[in-house]
């Protein structure tokens, strides 16, 4: 079975402060995929990035981060200098082989709220 | 390029109403997939299509749920004898792959059904 725990269900900060969106897994496939996707209120969910388990190396788009470590299987996310745009839900999630792929399974989100 | 396209946005009906709901992929996009998304909670896999093919359905769709894709590009999800447990976000998702794993799901905005 597989698992994405998010456990920070509301996080607040002001305009500019950094702040860290924390995932952690559960899966006993050897190739699987982590995603996160960002909710605004609208509602669409939006594709922030994809990562394979076998490739560890941290990214860097723009003000967005992720740091990827299998061997706490944790999947974290950084915003730098947040802005009120960046406010929404935020999921982490994980497709494996045992799924084939293409079920996904969500965290439940972390609402990030950034405060003018 | 336009992106998934879901109708209608919210619905509300009756309890014992059925109801129906169409998802427009991406163009060229082979395979479709809907989920649905209860308050405070991630997006659950409902079930998948590649082409007109459905390939995997979830436990969670019971038999008042079917869905269709007849030419491999729309699809409907229809939910007979409605029941106020059903209200939820029904997300619809599509994605481009020729090898297994190798695709990503972009998602439309979303159908909300309210059951009275």
């Known amino acids: 079975a597989q698992k994405v725990t998010q456990a920070q269900t509301e996080i607040s900060v002001v305009e500019k402060e950094d702040v860290t969106l924390d995932c952690v897994y559960e899966?006993?496939?050897?190739?699987?995929?982590l995603f996160w996707y960002k909710q605004p209120p609208s509602g669409e969910l939006v594709f922030l990035i994809r990562?394979?388990?076998?490739?560890?190396q941290n990214e860097i788009s723009g003000r967005y981060s992720w740091n990827f470590q299998k061997s706490t299987s944790s999947f974290n996310f950084t915003i730098t200098a947040s802005q009120v745009v960046d406010s929404a839900v935020y999921f982490c999630a994980l497709s494996g082989s045992s799924g084939g792929y293409q079920k996904v399974t969500f965290g439940i989100g972390t609402k990030l709220q950034v405060i003018p | 390029d336009t992106g998934v396209s879901q109708d209608p946005r919210h619905k509300i009906t009756k309890r014992g109403q059925n109801v129906t709901f169409r998802c427009d992929p991406i163009s060229e996009h082979n395979r479709l997939y809907w989920y649905r998304q209860t308050l405070g909670q991630g997006p659950e896999f409902l079930t998948y299509f590649q082409n007109e093919a459905q390939l995997e359905k979830s436990r969670l769709l019971s038999d008042r749920f079917s869905a269709e894709r007849p030419k491999g590009s729309f699809s409907t999800l229809e939910i007979q004898r409605t029941e106020q447990g059903d209200s939820a976000m029904y997300l619809c998702?599509?994605?481009?792959?020729?090898?297994?794993?190798?695709?990503?799901?972009?998602f439309g905005p979303g159908t909300r059904l309210t059951v009275l």
């Open positions: 899966t006993r496939d050897t190739t699987y995929y």
């Open positions: 990562r394979n388990s076998f490739d560890e």
């Open positions: 998702a599509s994605s481009h792959g020729t090898v297994i794993g190798t695709d990503t799901q972009y």
